[in-house]
C-alpha cells in the first residue's frame, strides 16, 4: 500500500493551500483516510480524517472552519483545503489511512495502517 502526498509549499499568512494524497495497493472506499502533521519539536497531531466509505468527516478544533477534508473515488484522492493559514499551521502532513472500525480513535496516530513521507507546509507572518 502506498500514499503519496503533494501541494505542500510556502505561503504567506492569510493565504491558502490544498494538499493531495494518492492513495493505491488496497480498496479506496473501504478505509478511512486522514491527516495528521508535525511541526519542528512538536508531537505529531490529528488534522483531519474522512470514512471513505461513507462521506463522515472529523476535524480537530484549531483546524476546523479553515480546513476542509474531502475525497475523490474515482481518482482515490483525498484533498486538504486549507484557508486562513497562519504560522501555527507550519509542519510536515501527513496522510494516512485506516480501516474504519478504527475511527473512534482517529486523533490516535497509533490508529493507521498507512502513512505517506509527508509534505512541507510552510507559513510565513
Known amino acids: 500500500a502506498k500514499l503519496v502526498e503533494s501541494g505542500g509549499a510556502l505561503v504567506q499568512a492569510g493565504g491558502s493551500l490544498r494538499l493531495s494524497c494518492v492513495a493505491s495497493?488496497?480498496?479506496?472506499?473501504?478505509?478511512?483516510i486522514g491527516w495528521f502533521r508535525q511541526a519542528p519539536g512538536k508531537d505529531r497531531e490529528e488534522v483531519s480524517c474522512i470514512n471513505n466509505s461513507d462521506g463522515t468527516t472529523y476535524y480537530a478544533d484549531s483546524v476546523k472552519g479553515r480546513f476542509t477534508i474531502s475525497n475523490d473515488n474515482a481518482k482515490n484522492t483525498v484533498y486538504l483545503q486549507m484557508n486562513s493559514l497562519s504560522p501555527g499551521d507550519t509542519a510536515v502532513y501527513y496522510c494516512?489511512?485506516?480501516?474504519?472500525?478504527?475511527?473512534?480513535?482517529?486523533?490516535?496516530?497509533?490508529?493507521?495502517?498507512?502513512w505517506g513521507q509527508g509534505t512541507q507546509v510552510t507559513v510565513s507572518s
Open positions: 495497493g488496497f480498496v479506496f472506499g473501504d478505509y478511512a
Open positions: 494516512v489511512a485506516a480501516p474504519p472500525e478504527w475511527l473512534s480513535m482517529w486523533q490516535n496516530p497509533a490508529a493507521y495502517d498507512y
